[in-house]
């Protein structure tokens, strides 16, 4: 299984990226797929999410309103719209599949950095 992303730059304050994590190796139906970031000194946190069915993308508070995940299921692909970035979105992005019935089976990519500067 391989999750690949791509996208990440320096952008100043205001302005927008668009990260995106291609997958391979796995059924991509079977998996809910996430974006997760660790800024310096942080914890890893759950940036957004997109299960393949049922509820809708789902995004932490600091995000709601400027990210947006979407997912294209016949590319195997999702991505990360980042708008209205603040130095405080600077962190590592991370895509992550994990299987929609067995919650042990998950799969990480290398991560993307997004730094937020002026």
């Known amino acids: 299984v391989q999750l690949v992303e791509s996208g990440g730059a320096l952008v100043q304050p205001g302005g927008s990226l668009r990260l995106s994590c291609a997958a391979s190796?796995?059924?991509?139906?079977?998996?809910?797929m996430k974006w997760y970031r660790q800024g310096p000194g942080k914890e890893r946190e759950l940036v957004a999410a997109?299960?393949?069915?049922?509820?809708?993308?789902k995004y932490a508070t600091a995000v709601a309103g400027r990210f947006t995940i979407s997912r294209d299921n016949a590319k195997n692909t999702v991505s990360l719209q980042m708008d209205n970035l603040k130095p405080e979105d600077t962190a590592i992005y991370y895509c992550?599949?994990?299987?929609?019935?067995?919650?042990?089976?998950?799969?990480w990519g290398q991560g993307t950095q997004v730094t937020v500067s002026s």
């Open positions: 997109f299960p393949f069915a049922g509820d809708g993308p």
């Open positions: 190796g796995l059924t991509f139906s079977r998996y809910d």
């Open positions: 992550n599949a994990q299987h929609r019935n067995t919650l042990r089976i998950y799969y």
